[in-house]
């Protein structure tokens, strides 16, 4: 087996978890696959994987190395298809991350109208309300909140979201609407993880700071869970502007305290750096980032 089956195998071992279902994908062996990745280990002069009975795991010559044969490649792949005229043509499959709650209300409809204009493409939403490893973890194109740190990532803006607080009509009629956070001590905060996993909420007033500690007497790890109890009127919750943008043009929910709001974060579409994109990766790009783009910044309108 040659160096890049060599990759192609190691690859595969890292998308699907296992010897077995890696020589599934590829239709080979077993006993192959095993082959091809002690080969290739004792090529490099260097563990890749570590292996025991439950889990495979990347060593850091592994994590390395896998950066580099996925970009490998790719470029293979897209070399090849401009050999045949298929270059630039948009096909295959393509897997997009994206936290629950954004895959929900505004990832999900894109992708649906994604798909039904590139029928030669199918996609893979991964909703985890983490920070997905994109080439440990086989992704092509991620959306992320706050701010990128340096990476080999290619970047592409959305625009911005903000952090609020939010509460029904008839709970701040029923307890009064907070005017300075620490009258947030009087309430009942209802606390979503997600977006508040400190209790130590820092906040800017003009060019004064501040911190308060809020003490959730419900908290819970969904967002949709904490929103339809805020929404029931059992308190005041955090969320991000584009959750609850619909509930607050419906009068559902009314944003508090926003003279002290936390700067904006920006979102972006992130993809990794390579010489030549994938078509499916650039398509899709193209196709979202503008649908994304005006989804979000109608969501900011709720606090214009």
Known sequence: MDRIQQMEVFAAIN???????????LRISPPAVTRAMNALEERLGV??????TRQLTLTDAGARFLIAARQLLAEIESAEKLAVGE????????????????SRMIAAPVIRSFLASHPRISVSLVAVDRVTN?????IDVA???????????MAKRLGVVRRLFVASPEYLDRRGTPNDPSELKLHSIIGFTGIMSIHDWHYKHGKSRGHVQLH??????DATTAL???TAGEGITMA????VADEIRSGQLAPVLVDYLPPAEPIHLVYPQSKIVAPKVRSFVDFAADRLTDAIGQSELVLS
Do not use: C, K, W
């Not at 998308?15 to 994908?25: H, I, L, P, Y």
């Not at 959730?216 to 790890?221: A, D, H, S």
């Open 47 to 52: 563990q890749l994987l570590t292996r025991s």
């Open 240 to 243: 991000l502007s584009y959750m």
């Open 134 to 138: 994109i080439v440990e973890e086989g």
């Open 228 to 230: 339809t109890a805020a």
């Open 216 to 221: 959730p007497r419900f908290e819970v790890n």
């Open 87 to 102: 270059e630039g043509v948009a096909q295959g499959h393509l897997t997009v991350s994206a936290s629950l709650a954004f």
């Open 143 to 153: 959306i992320r909140i706050g701010e990128l740190p340096d990476s080999n990532l």
């Open 15 to 25: 998308d699907t978890g296992s010897f077995v279902q890696a020589a599934n994908r």
